[in-house]
Nanobody, 124 residues
Framework: QVQLVESGGGLVQAGGSLRLSCAAS????????MGWFRQAPGKARECVAA????????YYADSVKGRFTISRDNAENTVYLQMNSLKPEDTAVYYC?????????????????WGQGTQVTVSS
């Protein structure tokens, strides 16, 4: 069974920071590109960051550029999302997802495996 498990969500004041982690089973992670998505109430799920297997190709949504950093530790089968200068509009459920190798992609439908999500709430 493929598994992705997110952790690190919580409640934080505006301007604060959180670090999300996504631990993957070995076969899920090896060779895969990874993405972080978020879904706020009443809104579509959107990709906020994605990273290639090597880490050499990275995507950020405009709304998080300069504030969020995606990284991965392939030896630990883990991908991270460091979130700084958080804003109330960052409030959402955050999901990690695994995609096939190749071009770093941002469409929800292109990702094969998903975690259960972790809630991030930013208070004003």
């Amino acid at each position: 069974q493929v598994q992705l498990v997110e952790s690190g969500g919580g409640l934080v004041q505006a301007g604060g920071s959180l670090r999300l982690s996504c631990a993957a089973s070995g076969r899920t992670f090896t060779g895969k590109n990874m993405g972080w998505f978020r879904q706020a109430p009443g809104k579509a799920r959107e990709c906020v960051a994605a990273i290639s297997w090597s880490g050499g190709r990275i995507y950020y949504a405009d709304s998080v550029k300069g504030r969020f950093t995606i990284s991965r530790d392939n030896a630990e089968n883990t991908v991270y999302l460091q979130m700084n200068s958080l804003k109330p509009e960052d409030t959402a459920v955050y999901y990690c997802a695994a995609d096939r190798p190749g071009t770093v992609r941002t469409m929800e439908s292109e990702y094969d495996y998903w975690g259960q999500g972790t809630q991030v709430t930013v208070s004003s």
